[in-house]
Nanobody, 124 residues
Framework: QVQLVESGGGLVQAGGSLRLSCAAS????????MGWFRQAPAKEREFVAA????????HYENSVKGRFTISRDNAKNTVYLQMNSLKPEDTAVYYC?????????????????WGQGTQVTVSS
C-alpha cells in the first residue's frame, strides 16, 4: 500500500512558476514509477509527465515539454513537478500516481495508487 500526498498548488499569473511535490509513504517508493496527471473541469484526467523508478527516463505530454520538469528523490520518497511558463490552459487539479514496476506508462489505467490532488490556477 502506498499513500500519496500532493502539495504546492496555488494561484499564479500566466508566465509564472510553481513546484508541486508528492510525498509517498512506505519503504518501497523506489519500486514505483511515478506520474503526474491533471484534470480540468468537465474534462478527462490527462497525462502530464512520468518518471521511471530510478529516474533514468522521463516522459512528457507534448503541451508541457520544455516547460515542465519531473524529478524524484528516492531518499525522501518524493516526486516533484517543476512548472515554468505557466499558461491559463494549465489550470487543473494535479494528481500524482504510482505504478509498481520498471516501465513508465502514460495511461492512467496503469497506475495503482493516486493522491487526492492539488489545485493549480493560472490567471491571464
Amino acid at each position: 500500500q502506498v499513500q500519496l500526498v500532493e502539495s504546492g498548488g496555488g494561484l499564479v499569473q500566466a508566465g509564472g512558476s510553481l513546484r508541486l511535490s508528492c510525498a509517498a509513504s512506505g519503504r518501497t517508493f523506489s519500486s514505483y514509477a511515478m506520474g503526474w496527471f491533471r484534470q480540468a473541469p468537465a474534462k478527462e484526467r490527462e497525462f502530464v509527465a512520468a518518471i521511471a523508478r530510478n529516474g533514468a527516463s522521463t516522459h512528457y505530454e507534448n503541451s508541457v515539454k520544455g516547460r515542465f520538469t519531473i524529478s524524484r528523490d528516492n531518499a525522501k520518497n518524493t516526486v516533484y513537478l517543476q512548472m515554468n511558463s505557466l499558461k491559463p490552459e494549465d489550470t487543473a487539479v494535479y494528481y500524482c500516481a504510482a505504478e509498481y514496476g520498471m516501465f513508465v506508462h502514460t495511461q492512467k489505467e496503469k497506475y495503482d495508487y493516486w493522491g487526492q490532488g492539488t489545485q493549480v490556477t493560472v490567471s491571464s
